[in-house]
């Protein structure tokens, strides 16, 4: 099985650089996934590391380390916009195990 | 290429009735997954298509639950005799199987369900 464990609030404020963590437990691991979700909106899709080191997609970057089960998203210059729930997913080749979301309020 | 849709949208049932969504992927995605999220959770895996062939089938899912790709293109999810538990947001994503290993899922927006 897999679980993965995300703080469940996150708050900053606009222009700043917030740090999302994820760790997590599984059985088999094929990479670490990212997925930005807004209130009553479908989950979209961010980033992707099959590898440890970071992966950078414009203002957001995604990092993962297999040695400790650990990744984490970084999201720079932070907008109003940014505000929404934020997801680790695990399992690649057949399905996803999501993390428990981190919520991210962005204050002016 | 209008994404991922799901209807209905909203659904508000009394306990012990039937409800039915349905789900259609992007045209091209060969596979189709079933999720559902509650407030403050995660989407929580539910079961997955590649084709018309069921593959996998979370062993949380209680049997009222039923799920079918007929002709490998839509898709419709079952619950029978709903039960309040079975409130939530049931999400619908695709994929294409060549692409599973990027981790890359294309959700719909989704199919409340309220059970009184």
């Known amino acids: 099985g897999q679980s993965l464990e995300q703080p469940s609030e996150v708050t900053a404020v606009e222009g700043a650089i917030v740090q999302i963590n994820c760790t997590y437990q599984t059985s088999g691991f094929y990479g670490l996934s990212w997925y930005q979700q807004h209130d009553g909106g479908a989950p979209t899709f961010l980033s992707y590391n099959a590898l440890d080191g970071l992966e950078e997609t414009g203002r957001f970057s995604s990092f993962l380390s297999r040695s400790d089960s650990y990744g984490y998203l970084l999201l720079q210059e932070l907008q109003m916009k940014d505000s929404a729930s934020y997801f680790c997913?695990?399992?690649?080749?057949?399905?996803?195990?999501f993390g428990t979301g981190t919520q991210l309020k962005v204050e002016l | 290429d209008t994404g991922v849709s799901q209807d209905p949208r909203h659904k508000i049932t009394k306990r012990g009735q039937n409800v039915t969504f349905r789900c259609d992927p992007i045209?091209?995605?060969?596979?189709l997954y079933w999720y559902r999220q509650t407030l403050g959770q995660g989407p929580e895996f539910l079961t997955y298509f590649q084709n018309e062939a069921q593959l996998e089938k979370s062993r949380l899912l209680s049997d009222r639950f039923s799920a079918e790709r007929p002709k490998g293109s839509f898709s419709t999810l079952e619950i029978q005799r709903t039960e309040q538990g079975d409130s939530a947001m049931y999400l619908c994503?695709?994929?294409?199987?060549?692409?599973?290993?990027?981790?890359?899922?294309?959700f719909g927006e989704g199919s409340r369900l309220t059970v009184l």
């Open positions: 045209s091209e995605h060969n596979r």
């Open positions: 997913g695990s399992g690649g080749g057949n399905k996803l195990t």
């Open positions: 994503a695709s994929s294409l199987a060549i692409r599973a290993d990027t981790g890359e899922l294309f």
